[in-house]
């Protein structure tokens, strides 16, 4: 007996890892057109395991010949599939282009923010201009509660399939005075310093967490999501770690705002000490994210699904550290806004007194009690290599940085 044929959105939605995922199939049926799908998941041949180099790639030719099309037909839905949003365009420095097919869950929440949230997203009314990108968000948004959050997004964090680093708040660098790990690290304030000598501007994509969720008690800004330093090197996250490759998606589809440096540091400043938000990115202090218990594709499920929310997340070279002497005792400022189990109120014996105590292995370094602390220097950031390096909560399980 012949199988009849699988549908082409359950066929993408199998390649994505969730193959009976209602909301996830509904998205791609709004998302693009059975023939398109059809292409997408010839692109979605040459996407490599994960750490793995790419194979060869997958021209329109080829596409062409296996789906029986005309070349020009298939150029046109691989851009289409493109300026969508569900594939990557990569540029070789000898000038060939090719596309690879966006097809994992952390990628395609990626496309989904940036692309989306930098075309048709409201900053005044917080909502869409566009239904079609709404209705694609509303299914996108119930498949990530529901499906991939709740049984493989912690799994990913907590067994660094996938690697974030805690980068601590630079207003609360600045108030605890601390140095830096090395001369090249960076922090906002610097790539501000930065841009402001070249004469530049800083670019910023939109938070795919909070454009994409929309919820409703979220007043994070938006335009926070992996700056740059405008034509420089310096600072900001590389283009792709694979020097054979520049990929050009993010300048071609327009995914980034221009901010003044002085704009760029009130709205980081506004984040970090207003509205409570935690920085991710790189160890070398470049910043992906800027994150709050709302929104967030990694901190929201952590903070629902994981009973250590530090286990799932590399810290920062800081720690925080608080002075006995200093301390007053106000722990509501600072206990409450630490997310990860890391400082608490601490009755000492003999004086009776209730002082801040911060548990070295579980803190990460990102600066939120230094900021809520009222009292000056009662509790400060010092780099964890002057604390003796205290081992993170994973050390027993885990081996340090991916490589």
């Avoid at 869950?105 to 940036?114: F, L, R």
């Avoid at 400060?380 to 340090?400: F, M, Y």
Wanted: proline content about 7%; charged content about 30%.
């Amino acid at each position: 007996m012949v199988q009849p044929k699988e549908d082409v959105y359950k066929r993408m939605a199998r390649r994505i890892g969730y193959p009976r995922s209602k909301a996830l199939r509904g998205a791609f049926k709004i998302w693009c057109t059975p023939e398109e799908g059809e292409v997408w998941l010839e692109l979605a041949r040459m996407a490599p395991p994960l750490g793995e180099k790419p194979p060869a790639p997958v021209f329109a030719e080829d596409i062409a010949k296996t789906l029986n099309r005309d070349k020009s037909v298939v150029e046109e839905q691989i851009e289409s599939l493109f300026q969508k949003g569900l594939t990557n365009e990569i540029k070789r420095p000898d000038g060939t282009v090719y596309h690879t097919a966006v097809t994992s869950c952390e990628p395609i929440s990626n496309a989904v923010g940036y692309l989306f949230g930098t075309r048709d997203w409201d900053d005044k009314t917080r909502s869409w201009r566009n239904k079609w990108v709404a209705d694609i968000l509303d299914r996108m948004q119930d498949f990530e509660h529901n499906d991939w959050w709740r049984w493989q997004r912690v799994d990913e964090l907590v067994n660094r399939q996938v690697t974030f680093t805690i980068l601590p708040a630079y207003t609360a660098l600045l108030k605890s005075n601390a140095e830096l790990p090395y001369p090249e690290w960076c922090h906002a304030g610097l790539m501000a310093q930065r841009a402001e000598s070249l004469g530049k501007s800083i670019l910023a994509r939109p938070c795919i967490c909070r454009v994409r969720m929309r919820e409703k008690n979220c007043t994070l800004p938006v335009w926070t999501c992996v700056p740059i330093v405008e034509d420089d090197k310096m600072y900001g996250l590389p283009l792709t770690p694979d020097d054979r490759r520049v990929t050009s998606t993010p300048e071609r589809r327009g995914q980034f705002r221009r901010l003044a440096p002085e704009e760029f540091l009130e709205i980081f400043r506004h984040a970090e000490e207003d509205l409570n938000a935690v920085h991710i990115g790189l160890p070398n202090g470049s910043y992906f994210c800027t994150c709050c218990n709302d929104c967030c594709d990694w901190l929201t499920p952590v903070l629902k699904y994981s009973k250590e929310p530090s286990e799932a997340v590399d810290p920062s070279p800081y720690r925080s550290v608080v002075n006995k002497g200093l301390c007053q005792g106000c722990v509501e400022d600072c206990v409450p806004r630490c997310r990860f189990k890391a400082i608490k109120g601490q009755t000492d014996r003999s004086s009776g007194k209730v002082q801040a105590a911060v548990d070295l292995k579980r803190c990460v370094g990102c600066g939120q009690c230094v900021l809520g602390c009222k009292v000056d220097s009662a509790i400060k950031l010092e780099l964890a290599t002057k604390l003796g390096n205290p081992p993170p909560i994973w050390d027993n399980r885990l081996t340090g940085a991916l490589a």
